[in-house]
């Protein structure tokens, strides 16, 4: 996750060669459980059930099988192409799955019904590669395929439902085998993804499903089978805490090219109605999707965007909001739709922390970094739309410095509204000199405003540096700190055969935000009552490591808690709707309203891939 994992659209295309390498280096290192090293030895008359075996990784993998036989329940002619055979016999053992995917690299010429009599060699592909903590996808590779017979009956789908699926998601990893799950045996009336894995390449089907991920641009949407898990309500499904997973999500794809037939569009709780069915695929996107033969339709059940609340007189309006490396280069409707939501949808909040703001052309690598022209193409917008005429503070970064899209030199900007707020100027000030906290008389000031946060400080080395600002509101000062945290890239999915899996780019974050934590309790130790906003795109979760970090000692509170459980959103990712985006606020700030403004994360048509937070409070 910058929140998300950036693919592309061509995906696992032509990966024999990857097959190969990752199947050898497997082997070689040891590294799936129940690997032998009798790749020369040839298996004939296995069934299907022989090759999956009871855990997640095949006994028979590395081995030449032959005369495998089954029924083809589904044909890829895209992407990772191949097909779905099943045995529709079985062994009647519940842990061994009956189907198996069986990689062509070409387009298959076998149809859905044909009986077939296939050789091969069995292999575990892990989508993204050994590193990626992924589990594998069990399948016959460099296959020989023969059609014995066509136009059979494909076997009887296997209903997956909210009774059918376990609440326990996953066991405890293995501590002998580093923390992995693939050696156990499968327990599939006990863990979800056990039971997920026991139906891997097997024909199954869903009945009418509440969407909870909008389809995305790679033609896939998320639904849930269990219709009260984590509900919230507008229909998304939640996810508050690492131990609650979900286990009712389930990607959705289509076994039909596009240009035959255009994937629906669905919006976060809009109905995937009648009979889904198709092969139990894994893939690196999402794990486990049924790549659907048949399609559901998709109804429409009128989900609308938010507006929030018009801030009254005294009261401060203060929001964050990811603009999703907003550059000039972007088409006109960008930056109207997103001015347009501010005015409308943010009803023009007094302060506005921008995230991802690129510099003046975008992602072109020519050593650009000032943003103004970005900037003003935006605040003209937010004016067109009926805005207020915002004026805006910032710092541009050294070239390259803070990660993001090369060349684009993200930064966080300010925009205020200076009709009813002004903007203390202290200092010039460039990409690498911080600011700091002076005071006099109990009263806490920057010592460069707007200035950023311990630049020099390793935890944001190809990351953000946060952007101080002191504010005056009716003779109040208010100190904002906008920030856009170290994103999620690297971490293991919650798929990952490591259970629990791991979560590498925590520990920048939790530097980060020991960080800026130090920082709000330098201003609080000259001022107490300091009115003192940590906003932004904190790229974790409101109960994560990082949160409490910047929480330490009571110098923050994350207003987010003050919503109800099932209204903990900002961002929708592979079904689970989840914070990333957060404001936190001093002691000092009493009473306010919180608002996570969903007008973005639930919907198949963004204008960013977050939803914007707002706060309301009387200084």
């Known amino acids: 996750m910058p929140s998300s994992i950036p693919r592309s659209a061509g995906r696992t295309v032509a990966r024999s060669a990857a097959v190969s390498a990752v199947v050898a280096a497997a082997l070689a290192a040891g590294l799936l459980a129940g690997s032998t090293n009798a790749a020369a030895e040839d298996a004939a008359g296995v069934r299907i059930h022989d090759i999956q075996g009871t855990t997640r990784v095949s006994p028979l993998v590395g081995q030449q099988v032959s005369g495998v036989t089954g029924i083809v329940t589904g044909v890829r002619t895209y992407g990772s192409r191949g097909f779905w055979i099943q045995d529709p016999?079985?062994?009647?053992?519940?842990?061994?799955?009956?189907?198996?995917?069986?990689?062509?690299?070409?387009?298959?010429?076998?149809?859905?019904g044909d009986a077939v009599s296939v050789s091969g060699t069995v292999t575990e592909y892990v989508p993204g590669g050994l590193t990626s903590g992924n589990q594998s996808l069990t399948q016959l590779s460099k296959p020989v395929v023969t059609v014995v017979s066509q136009g059979n009956p494909v076997?009887?789908?296997?209903?997956?439902?909210?009774?059918s699926v376990p609440d326990a998601y996953t066991p405890e990893g293995d501590p002998a085998a580093a923390g992995s799950i693939n050696g156990l045996t499968l327990k599939p009336r006990t863990?979800?993804?056990?039971?997920y894995e026991s139906l891997e390449g097997t024909n199954v089907r869903i009945g009418s499903s509440r969407v909870v991920g909008a389809t995305d641009p790679y033609s896939e949407l998320w639904v849930t089978v269990k219709p009260w898990e984590n509900r919230n309500r507008r229909g998304g499904t939640v996810y508050g805490s690492y131990e609650s997973q979900n286990t009712g999500r389930l990607q959705i794809q289509s076994l039909t090219p596009i240009a035959q037939q255009p994937f629906p569009k669905a919006n976060v709780g809009d109905r995937l109605t009648g009979t889904t069915e198709g092969p139990l695929d894994f893939n690196q996107f999402g794990g486990y999707t049924l790549t659907a033969r048949t399609l559901g339709t998709v109804v429409d059940r009128g989900l609308e965007r938010e507006s929030t609340?018009?801030?009254?007189?005294?009261?401060?309006?203060?929001?964050?909001?990811?603009?999703?490396?907003?550059?000039p280069t972007d088409p006109q409707e960008k930056f109207d739709a997103l001015a347009k939501a501010v005015v409308e949808n943010l009803a023009?909040?007094?302060?506005?922390?921008?995230?991802?703001?690129?510099?003046?052309?975008?992602?072109?690598?020519?050593?650009?970094?000032?943003?103004?022209?970005?900037?003003?193409?935006?605040?003209?917008?937010?004016?067109a739309a009926g805005g207020p005429a915002y004026e805006w503070r910032s710092v541009d970064p050294e070239n390259n410095k803070d990660g993001g899209e090369p060349g684009g030199n993200i930064r966080q900007v300010f925009l205020f509204n200076p009709a009813r707020v002004s903007f203390t100027d202290r200092a010039a000030t460039d990409a690498s000199s911080a600011t700091g906290v002076t005071g006099r008389k109990g009263h806490a000031a920057l010592t460069v405003s707007p200035g950023r946060i311990d630049p020099a400080n390793t935890a944001w080395e190809s990351s953000r540096k946060p952007l101080a600002g002191e504010f005056v509101f009716r003779g109040r000062t208010v100190f904002v700190i906008a920030n856009h945290f170290g994103s999620k890239g690297g971490d293991e999915s919650i798929v990952s055969h490591h259970q629990p899996p791991a979560r590498s780019s925590e520990a920048k974050r939790l530097l980060q935000a020991q960080s800026v934590n130090g920082f709000v309790k330098q201003l609080l130790a000259v001022e107490k009552q300091a009115d003192v906003l940590v906003v932004g795109d904190i790229n974790d979760f409101e109960f994560s490591g990082t949160t409490k970090a910047l929480t330490d000692g009571g110098a923050l509170y994350p207003a987010v808690k003050?919503?109800?459980?099932?209204?903990?959103?900002?961002?929708?990712?592979?079904?689970?709707?989840?914070?990333?985006?957060?404001?936190?606020?001093?002691?000092?700030v009493r009473h306010f309203d919180y608002d996570s403004v969903h007008i973005n994360a639930e919907f198949a048509d963004q204008d960013s891939d977050h939803d914007p937070q707002v706060?309301?409070?009387?200084?």
């Open 562 to 588: 003050s919503l109800p459980r099932s209204e903990r959103y900002s961002y929708v990712y592979q079904g689970n709707s989840q914070v990333l985006d957060q404001i936190l606020t001093s002691p000092g």
């Open 309 to 327: 609340d018009k801030q009254q007189r005294n009261e401060l309006a203060v929001a964050t909001y990811n603009v999703e490396n907003l550059d």
């Open 89 to 112: 016999e079985g062994d009647g053992n519940p842990a061994t799955s009956e189907g198996l995917f069986v990689f062509t690299s070409s387009v298959p010429t076998v149809a859905v």
């Open 155 to 163: 076997p009887a789908p296997v209903t997956i439902s909210s009774w």
């Open 348 to 383: 023009s909040p007094d302060i506005l922390a921008l995230e991802e703001i690129q510099d003046n052309n975008g992602a072109k690598n020519d050593g650009t970094v000032a943003a103004d022209q970005t900037v003003k193409k935006f605040t003209d917008a937010i004016a």
């Open 615 to 619: 706060v309301r409070f009387r200084p």
């Open 191 to 195: 863990y979800a993804l056990d039971y």
